[in-house]
């Protein structure tokens, strides 16, 4: 299936559309509170389908002032843009009484709608918009943290920070918080909910530790039973023997980091004598989240987009997300890129897709708020976030927000040494050459980004939407690094080798090394 809505070319210039061969795995159910009765969605039963359309309006969720304005701004048949600035002061304030009094959503039509959409009034916009509307699909994710590609909008994404189940954007480590001034069971719950993370790390660092001792005591029954004149080679036995003493004491001294935290987290829940309930929302929470999410948006509209708040058809864009789309793109991408999400940290394995939320913008970037859980560094996922309205396509905006989480999940790993290690001590040695080569008046034939991080985000997307199609875009250098670094699916290359001397040369230097 294309995603291209046109013939037009990507941002990027690419010249022809191509097909992506995607398939749908099975989602995860997310645990929701509200018993309303719902249709099952034939696709993917996980998902729930809460209604057909949209509601003509959210009048209920408007204060009158609001309301008002709106009615004046029909009767007078006025033009957005001439009084933008007007109505995003009244809708702010409509929305801080909204978001603690009208919460949670549920699935509950007009409360979910007004908050995954900022649609708030039908007559806002023409029937054409309307129709493209509600074409999306309006189901509601239930949360399961083993959900492969875990895309979910603002009303969800709120819903499930304040169950806990998504850790707050912008807070400190919980087990840091004891001289917090904030109330005792909000308190209470955050280190509820880390000791539970803790304790799943915990275990899972015993079991690797507990694995390697076993490992370890297999080589060595090797070499003991070796004494004596028949001797053999151990050098392999030996090599292996030194890997596992590293790894046990590495995952040791992890362990007991945990563990401490652990009993630290066990004393601070005793001795605060509130009762909590682990799904109760925590609406305090929910609002730091939604002020958060709010600085999200500027992020992806930018500091020269359309940065007013709500849905009307003079702002309506050319392209509109939904969350089949985005876990479509992500499905390709995940195939397309062997490992691209693989990580390890402290001998804990990981291969977990970000979070992903889909926010209610005039947008046109698709970024990376945290590469990894600050709460849950061993196994917790990153997050991404892009603009449900934007000028840009969808596989472009959902690149842009991977080379950004690629770049930094690999600049955290490497920590102080980044600009040496792994992708991003290569990338960034090519792009100081490349920058003194242009400083000294040569000829430099590629484009010259000064900003590092912004250059290879355009160079990934290069790589992602051009190269997979054997369109050669990438100064060689770069290409070489992204083969070796972010390799394409054995067929992709091989593929490629077969459609341009480019990628020919790449695939015969793989088969040399044995890749």
């Not at 509820?192 to 080589?219: P, V």
């Not at 979070?355 to 913008?361: I, T």
């Not at 770049?407 to 102080?416: H, I, P, Q, R, V």
């Amino acid at each position: 299936m294309s995603y291209f809505i046109d013939e037009d070319d990507l941002d990027l210039d690419i010249e022809e559309s191509f097909e992506l061969d995607l398939e749908i795995d099975d989602l995860d159910d997310l645990d929701l509170d509200d018993d309303s009765p719902v249709v099952k969605n034939d696709q993917n039963s996980n998902l729930e389908v809460f209604m057909e359309k949209l509601p003509d309006d959210v009048n209920e969720f408007l204060d009158d002032e609001l309301k008002n304005r709106i009615q004046q701004f029909i009767d007078n048949d006025e033009k957005m843009n001439d009084v933008k600035g007007e109505f995003l002061g009244l809708f702010n304030k409509n929305m801080e009484e909204f978001v603690l009094l009208k919460f949670p959503f549920g699935k509950d039509p007009v409360k979910t709608t007004f908050y995954r959409f900022f649609y708030i009034d039908k007559r806002l916009l023409d029937d054409e918009k309307m129709s493209l509307l509600n074409e999306i699909e309006f189901d509601k994710a239930v949360f399961d943290e083993n959900e492969k590609y875990p895309v979910y909008y603002q009303d969800e994404w709120l819903e499930f920070v304040g169950k806990g189940k998504i850790s707050i954007s912008a807070g400190d480590d919980v087990s840091e918080m004891g001289s917090s001034k904030k109330d005792p069971g909000m308190i209470k719950a955050k280190y509820q909910k880390e000791l539970k993370i803790t304790k799943k790390n915990l275990d899972n660092m015993i079991k690797m530790r507990d694995d390697n001792i076993n490992l370890f005591e297999q080589e060595s029954k090797k070499i003991i039973a070796n004494k004596g004149y028949d001797a053999i080679d151990l050098s392999t036995s030996v090599a292996k023997i030194n890997q596992y003493v590293g790894t046990i004491n590495n995952i040791g001294m992890r362990a007991r980091v945990l563990k401490k935290k652990q009993e630290k987290l066990e004393k601070e829940i005793s001795m605060i004598k509130v009762d909590v309930s682990e799904d109760e929302a925590n609406t305090t929470e929910v609002m730091s989240e939604y002020n958060t999410l709010r600085e999200m948006c500027k992020i992806c509209v930018g500091p020269r987009g359309n940065h007013f708040p709500f849905l009307v058809g003079e702002f309506f864009t050319p392209f509109l997300l939904d969350r089949k789309k985005v876990k479509d793109i992500l499905d390709d991408y995940f195939n397309l890129l062997p490992g691209f999400f693989y990580r390890k940290f402290m001998g804990i394995e990981s291969e977990k897709v970000p979070y992903v939320g889909l926010m209610p913008c005039y947008g046109n970037n698709g970024f990376c708020w945290d590469p990894i859980d600050p709460e849950n560094k061993e196994s917790g996922r990153g997050k991404m976030l892009l603009p449900l309205y934007s000028q840009t396509k969808p596989e472009e905006l959902v690149a842009q927000a991977l080379a950004d989480y690629y770049w930094n999940k690999n600049k955290t790993s490497a920590g102080a040494r980044w600009l040496e290690e792994g992708i991003t001590g290569k990338y960034y040695m090519w792009h100081q050459d490349i920058k003194t080569q242009k400083k000294k008046g040569k000829d430099v034939k590629c484009k010259v980004i000064p900003d590092l991080k912004e250059s290879f985000v355009f160079h990934f997307k290069q790589y992602l939407l051009e190269e997979r199609i054997a369109r050669a875009k990438l100064p060689k250098e770069v290409r070489q690094i992204f083969w070796l670094n972010i390799p394409f699916d054995r067929k992709t290359k091989e593929d490629l080798a077969e459609r341009g001397f480019h990628y020919k040369n790449l695939w015969e230097n793989d088969q040399r090394r044995g890749a």
